[in-house]
């Protein structure tokens, strides 16, 4: 196991966060158009997703930092490979959803994103558990947000 880093810390949840606002940057003004659509039940309000986005991004960056300083080579490299995947899938969803208003695309990537933070907290937990679990509020979180995303699909047409 590698020496605990604080900068190397920081530094892995800076590379989250800057996904998430990347990927929000580019999706556009989204809180306009968010109240423009009919919302599924139990739709939260538009505020609410930059505070839980910040903070399952945070504890994204936290975990995979916690994989990355173990020294198990071969299950620490498919954990990253599964963190980077799922980083990459949850980057395109915002652009897709709300740039380019592919409902369809955006849902079927919604579903496709629980699906692979699932992968990806079973390869953490070979790897560290405390990174697994950190990323349990993720798995809940992207399951509901499948669950908006295929509820606005629906209703939207």
Same mark, same amino acid.
């Given at each position: 196991?590698?020496?605990?880093?604080?900068?190397?810390?920081?530094?892995? %949840?800076?590379?989250?966060?800057?996904?998430?606002?990347?990927?929000?940057?580019?999706?556009?003004?989204?809180?306009?158009?968010? $109240?423009? @659509?009919?919302?599924?039940?139990?739709?939260?309000?538009? &505020?609410?997703?930059?505070? %839980?986005?910040? @903070?399952? #991004?945070?504890?994204?960056? @936290?975990?995979? #930092?916690?994989?990355?300083?173990?020294?198990?080579?071969n299950p620490r490299s $498919?954990?990253?490979?599964?963190? &980077?995947?799922?980083?990459?899938?949850?980057?395109?969803?915002? @652009?897709?959803?709300?740039?380019?208003?592919?409902?369809?695309?955006?849902?079927?990537?919604? %579903?496709?994103?629980?699906?692979?933070v699932l992968w990806m907290?079973?390869?953490? &937990?070979?790897?560290?558990?405390?990174?697994?679990?950190?990323?349990?509020? #993720?798995?809940?979180?992207?399951?509901?947000?499948? #669950?908006?995303?295929?509820?606005? $699909?629906?209703?939207?047409?």
């Amino acid at each position: 196991m590698k020496k605990w880093s604080w900068t190397e810390m920081l530094i892995s %949840v800076v590379l989250a966060e800057l996904v998430g606002g990347l990927s929000a940057l580019l999706a556009g003004n989204y809180s306009a158009f968010y $109240r423009e @659509i009919v919302q599924p039940p139990f739709s939260p309000p538009g &505020a609410v997703f930059p505070v %839980v986005w910040a @903070i399952l #991004y945070a504890l994204m960056g @936290i975990s995979s #930092y916690l994989v990355w300083r173990e020294d198990m080579l071969n299950p620490r490299s $498919r954990a990253l490979t599964a963190y &980077a995947v799922q980083l990459a899938v949850n980057f395109s969803w915002s @652009i897709l959803f709300f740039r380019f208003r592919a409902f369809t695309a955006a849902a079927a990537t919604a %579903v496709l994103l629980a699906v692979l933070v699932l992968w990806m907290i079973l390869r953490f &937990a070979k790897v560290s558990r405390p990174a697994a679990w950190l990323n349990l509020p #993720y798995l809940l979180w992207s399951s509901f947000a499948a #669950y908006l995303a295929v509820g606005v $699909r629906l209703l939207n047409r």
